[in-house]
């Protein structure tokens, strides 16, 4: 059952302004809240614990402005709404952050910036981009363990695993995305991720970067190399689970993409190239993608490998 918690006019001094002589004075700000919050046990309980304590909402938005000089009224109201849903158990807020005296001739009321933002949207504000909608349908069954990203890019799944407790090895080619995700992963305190640049086309038998049987999961999305796949299965361990998703040749006949025919898999080829797993789940069809690419078309699997067998063997 859910609740809104609303403050009305909290009134205190900011530093903001586009110059510098506006943000040396306290100028008096206002900000209007509407939060949505979890739950409403506090009905039940009348236990403070269980709502959202107002008060803590007010004297953080009120230290937050008296120590953090913004140029923009829209900085201002972008760190309160980190704050908040950092610090507080709450699925939506509504902000309304206005200037009560402004040095504008004429306004003689006020100025501000209004802000109406979900708790996904500010994940997704935070964090980059999503990660893969099939990779979050699917983490329920992917056992709790080390992950292996194969060409991570930009590392938004290898992030996403490890929020969510996985110990992470992300490998890609690109050595200035490896340093990048690096960084993103110590600012976000996890350092349960480690990245190592790798170039998986190089002509060698050796593949270092697949021990045996070391992962619990792997996975694969957008890249398609196929003398890799012998390796990743056997980088599985018992009861391991790989994820993997590329586009089709049906992409390419519509689309045109990727550039050359032979980075799409043909149909049922996903299976094929990975027949010694169990199937789990197996779709080849047309997705949703960002509004700006529109459908794509893609493979999809996730596949578990085989559990030791502890069955004697059979005499004769």
Known sequence: MA????????????????????????????????????????QISDDIHHTVDYAQVADRI?????????????TLAERILSMLFAEFPIERAKVWLRKLAPPMEHVIGSVGVQRDRSRIAQLVQDTGPTPARFLT????????????????????????LASHGFQ??????????????????????????????????RTTDERPEFPKQEYDVIIVFFYLHRPLFSSLIESLKPNGV?????????????????????FCLA??????????????????????????????????????????????????
């Open 3 to 42: 609740g809104k918690i609303i403050i009305e006019r909290l009134e205190f001094q900011g530093c903001c302004g586009v110059t510098l002589e506006e943000r040396r004075r306290p100028q008096p700000l206002a900000v209007d809240l509407e939060l949505d919050r979890q739950a409403d046990l506090a």
């Open 62 to 74: 009120i230290e937050i402005s008296a120590t953090q000089d913004c140029a923009l009224l829209e």
């Open 137 to 160: 349908q699917q983490l329920h069954r992917l056992p709790k363990g080390k992950a292996l990203d194969v060409a991570a890019g930009s590392g938004r799944n290898a992030l996403y």
């Open 168 to 201: 992470v090895d992300a490998l890609d080619r690109n050595e200035e995305a490896m340093t990048q995700l690096a960084a993103t992963a110590k600012q976000r305190n996890l350092p349960n991720l480690a990245v190592q640049t790798v170039d998986f086309e």
């Open 242 to 262: 790989l994820i993997y998703e590329t586009f089709t040749i049906d992409n390419y006949v519509r689309h045109r993409h990727p550039r050359r025919w032979e």
């Open 267 to 316: 149909h049922n080829e996903l299976l094929r190239l990975t027949s010694t797993l169990r199937v789990l789940s197996y779709d080849e069809s047309e997705q949703d993608s960002s509004p700006e690419q529109g459908s794509i078309f893609t493979a999809r699997l996730i596949a578990q490998q085989a559990a030791p067998s502890n069955l004697p063997c059979e005499s004769r």
